[in-house]
């Protein structure tokens, strides 16, 4: 009896996976370092940029 050709499907779907959360753990590293460096812990909006543009433009 012949043998069943093995499907390449399930190798290729894994390997797709495997590569997709090796790249997904490598932008959140990247990201982490660079919030550390920046020492930004949240996304800052205009109005609070702003406030603090002023804060530190004003002379006392």
Do not use: H, N, W, Y
């Not at 990247?30 to 949240?42: L, M, P």
Request: cysteine-free; proline content about 5%; aromatic content about 4%.
């Amino acid at each position: 009896m012949a043998e069943k050709p093995k499907s390449m499907v399930l190798g290729v779907v894994a390997a797709a996976v495997f590569a997709g959360l090796g790249r997904m753990v490598i932008q959140k590293i990247k990201a982490d370092r660079a919030a550390r460096d920046r020492r930004v812990t949240f996304p800052l909006d205009a109005e609070t940029r702003a406030k603090i543009s002023d804060a530190l433009r004003t002379p006392r």
